[in-house]
Nanobody, 124 residues
Framework: QLQLVESGGGLVQPRGSLRLSCAAD????????MGWFRQAPGKEREGVSC????????NYADSVKGRFTISRDNAKNTVYLQMNSLKPEDTAVYYC?????????????????WGQGTQVTVPA
């Protein structure tokens, strides 16, 4: 009943852009801080960005600052990740997650609900 579903992934050329969406079914996203994480094969899941429940503050990993923008539309029960100036290093499965805090350090153990992920591929 509590589900997060990511969409919008795909293949994009370096320097290109992509927008990911995360939609909730079974609960109200307005009650949660939301995070985006990513995981490449053989690597640990790492935090990308988060946004507070109200949308009044955000945090970004250093590797994506200035290139990615997180936003939310609570009326649509949806969170977005706009990704610009994409690099091959951004290739990963991207996951959205719901939790209670959006802090400078993006810790996956602070998030309770997870989507199944969407693949983003940026070829070299």
């Amino acid at each position: 009943q509590l589900q997060l579903v990511e969409s919008g992934g795909g293949l994009v050329q370096p320097r290109g852009s992509l927008r990911l969406s995360c939609a909730a079914d079974g609960f109200t996203l307005a009650n949660y801080a939301m995070g985006w994480f990513r995981q490449a094969p053989g690597k640990e899941r790492e935090g990308v960005s988060c946004i507070s429940s109200s949308g009044d503050h955000t945090n970004y990993a250093d590797s994506v600052k200035g290139r990615f923008t997180i936003s939310r539309d609570n009326a649509k029960n949806t969170v977005y990740l706009q990704m610009n100036s994409l690099k091959p290093e951004d290739t990963a499965v991207y996951y959205c997650a719901a939790g209670f805090f959006c802090l400078r350090r993006l810790r996956k153990d602070m998030y309770d609900y997870w989507g199944q992920g969407t693949q983003v591929t940026v070829p070299a």
